[in-house]
């Protein structure tokens, strides 16, 4: 096994199948790792400007025991529900749509109850790995920080509470 | 077999066990938490701010909040709908996460019923003691617990027996001074707030190093005067963690046993002569209704049906302003971006009004900058000022605008939140927490009239954000309760029918059971209770000391 394959195992949770039907019949198959990947970056393109690792954030959050099993079944519907909306207009997945659809579809997620929650979540972590502190592994030498000069508290945590 | 046994290691527990051991007597304290002192605190938002790293999860341990509306109360699942009302299972409790603006109650706070009248639909009494009787207890927690600030003269300064506070008062931001102008302006009294926070370095703790990051975290330097730092850590009471607190038994007339499990559900027995419960409110009630014997089928102390009765919280709300660099000359949008250190400023000039030639008691204002967490201060932007989700370079470019060029005060009103019978604490008849104990279910209902002041209060600091030049001035006066500014449940007073405690502190029915959290508070006054809470155990632990002794000098 390759390192990336063994990284991407890692992901546990967020590596898992997510079963996509169109209607009634099963379309594909994808994973929360490559919807919220590309999603991220959609709607907080600062991120990857400033190469924070917000996927990786993602997996503490899968496995945070203060986040409720609730709030990480919605994430994963967040990512079924938004690929299936996806496959009923474009009869793609949400990752295989050219950048003007994606807006798109997110227009129109946007105004639903589920997709104004679940884009909300998605936008809320990411800010946590963009703005929380480095020793999570997101804020890269304090890059978020920076960019909103931000000066960040001090004492600095020691270990990340997870 | 202990002397004392405290129930709760925070602001209502500490200073009895701060006193009663310095004077020689075994002191056990239990507290649910864990132990965290200055080196395990430290700045993380992630943990303490958005994962609640010092409270249970709502999952495990929750409350039942029935919110009275239009005739009937609707049901609420705290953990259903994340309503949490823990404010910090930690050594020390939530005094080691308080801002800690320090204000004492009045004199009328004390004679709101002889003062201001009955109010219809509320449960206004005198206290059975008055301002006097705590003055000493609040000029001790000045000294011990160490509170900073600078006296001065306004027309409701209440009486002091120190001339001024023990500590200069804190650094403050250049912009304090636009709010000193404005109020000067406006005919009204600015007021350095106080802090129970140490400037400068004493009672064995740091002061202060401007960290930015004060209420809702721990201190770092011990500057913060938690019931922590400034007592536990300073007096040899035993303090045992992990020990949730579920039953007293008592024999009719005395409590004999406490019970309490860790979080592996390992029960264990505590005996002791004293019994003080300081839980927080909610919790405190809770105990005792839970504690059900064949003396007491109600619950300990509640023959009368009065305990958990008369919950009250701090009645107002919040409001704030923004300051933007395009109004601000290149030396003032320096000020106003100077970090770390405090705004510090508090109005009092309405702790009593007259409007319509009725007499009101109005309360506090205290000014401070919106809290530092940078996570919700971007999250607050992802919704446009048409309240559209928005995503992508457009909301990238309003966060980056708004927190590098544009920074916002708010302001808190204290008033009174009137005690009434639609107000209280049970426990629900299905719902168990992690335990397996019944949960506390917090009924709630807010008078009209703290409505109506609460308003009064929110206009005159509008004014004074206007006069300094804010935009987008709001503000929100509501019946939603503070869970940080809880008291009541268990009143003190002089008649044994329509209270649980006597002016003492102690139940009525028991000889040997005390409350020292905010229960005891018939009425709140129109302050943060914390320096009440402190000197009023203060004081209950003087009488406590004194009863042990009478107690020694009588056997020998």
């Known amino acids: 096994m390759n390192n990336s394959r063994r990284k991407f195992l890692q992901y546990g949770f967020l590596s898992s199948s997510v079963f996509l039907f169109d209607g009634c019949n099963l379309f594909g198959i994808t994973t929360p790792y490559a919807t919220i990947k590309v999603l991220q970056n959609d709607l907080v393109p600062q991120a990857e400007l400033l190469d924070i690792n917000t996927i990786g954030y993602m997996h503490l959050v899968f496995k945070h025991t203060r986040i409720s099993r609730e709030n990480k079944d919605f994430l994963k519907n967040g990512v079924k529900w938004l690929n299936e909306e996806s496959i009923q207009t474009y009869n793609k997945t949400y990752i295989k749509l050219t950048q003007y659809q994606r807006e798109n579809l997110l227009k129109v997620v946007a105004k639903t109850s589920w997709g104004e929650s679940f884009l909300y979540d998605i936008m809320s972590y990411t800010f946590e790995a963009m703005l929380g502190d480095p020793i999570y592994g997101g804020n890269n030498k304090q890059a978020g920080w920076k960019w909103l000069e931000f000066q960040g508290g001090l004492p600095h945590p020691k270990k990340v509470y997870v | 077999m202990y002397d004392i046994c405290i129930v709760g290691s925070g602001a209502g527990g500490a200073p009895v066990a701060y006193e009663l051991s310095r004077a020689g007597y075994k002191v056990v304290v239990l507290e649910k938490g864990e132990y965290y002192t200055e080196e395990d605190f430290n700045k993380d938002e992630l943990a303490v701010c958005r994962r609640d790293m010092f409270t249970p999860p709502l999952w495990e341990q929750k409350h039942i909040i029935n919110e009275y509306e239009e005739g009937e109360y609707k049901r609420y699942d705290g953990a259903e709908y994340n309503w949490n009302f823990w404010n910090g299972s930690l050594v020390g409790g939530s005094s080691n996460l308080m801002s800690g603006y320090f204000h004492r109650m009045k004199p009328q706070d004390f004679r709101l019923l002889s003062t201001y009248g009955e109010i219809k639909g509320a449960n206004v009494v005198d206290w059975p003691i008055v301002y006097d009787d705590l003055e000493p207890y609040y000029d001790k927690v000045e000294k011990v617990i160490g509170v900073s600030g600078r006296v001065v003269d306004h027309k409701f300064q209440e009486s002091r027996s120190s001339k001024d506070f023990p500590y200069p008062e804190l650094k403050t931001n250049g912009a304090t001074k636009w709010f000193d102008k404005a109020c000067e302006e406006l005919g009204f009294r600015s007021i350095p707030t106080p802090r129970a926070i140490l400037s400068q370095n004493s009672l064995d703790r740091e002061g202060c190093y401007y960290s930015n990051f004060c209420g809702s975290y721990g201190c770092a330097s011990g500057a913060k005067g938690s019931a922590r730092a400034a007592l536990l850590q300073k007096c040899n009471a035993q303090v045992i963690t992990d020990a949730f607190v579920y039953r007293l038994e008592s024999d009719g007339t005395k409590v004999t046993k406490l019970y309490y499990k860790t979080k592996h559900n390992i029960p264990h027995i505590v005996k002791a002569k004293i019994f003080v419960l300081a839980a927080q409110a909610i919790e405190t009630s809770r105990l005792l209704l839970n504690s059900k014997d064949e003396y007491f089928p109600n619950g300990l102390a509640n023959t009368n049906k009065q305990v958990g009765k008369n919950l009250i919280f701090s009645a107002g709300g919040v ?238």
Not at chain 2, 340 to 348: D, H, I, K, M, T
Not at chain 2, 349 to 354: A, H, L, V
Not at chain 2, 521 to 544: E, H, K, L, Q
């Open chain 2, 319 to 556: 409001g704030s302003g923004r300051f933007v660099f395009e109004k601000l000359s290149k030396s003032q949008q320096k000020e106003l971006m100077e970090v770390g250190v405090f705004f510090n400023r508090s109005l009092q000039d309405w702790y009593e009004y007259k409007e319509e030639k009725q007499h009101f008691k109005g309360g506090t204002i205290d000014f401070l900058f919106e809290h530092q967490n940078i996570i919700p201060r971007v999250n607050e932007e992802i919704y446009n000022d048409k309240g559209e989700l928005t995503w992508g370079k457009e909301l990238m470019k309003r966060i980056e605008k708004r927190v590098t060029t544009s920074r916002v005060l708010t302001f808190e009103v204290f008033n009174d939140w009137l005690p009434t019978d639609k107000c209280f604490v049970s426990v629900d008849k299905k719902e168990k927490d992690k335990y397996g104990v019944p949960v506390g279910v917090i009924n709630l209902y807010g008078h009209k009239q703290d409505l109506q002041v609460g308003e009064f209060l929110a206009k005159k600091a509008v004014k004074v954000l206007d006069k300094m030049g804010a935009v987008e001035i709001d503000y929100s006066i509501s019946s939603s309760p503070p869970p940080n500014l809880v008291a009541g449940g268990c009143r003190f007073g002089d008649d044994p029918n329509t209270s649980v405690l006597d002016k003492n502190c102690k139940t009525h029915e028991l000889e040997n059971l005390y409350v020292t959290d905010a229960s005891f508070m018939p009425t709140g006054g129109s302050v943060p209770y914390t320096w009440t809470i402190y000197a009023n155990s203060f004081r209950v632990a003087d009488i406590i000391k004194e009863e042990l002794k009478n107690e020694t000098d009588i056997s020998s």
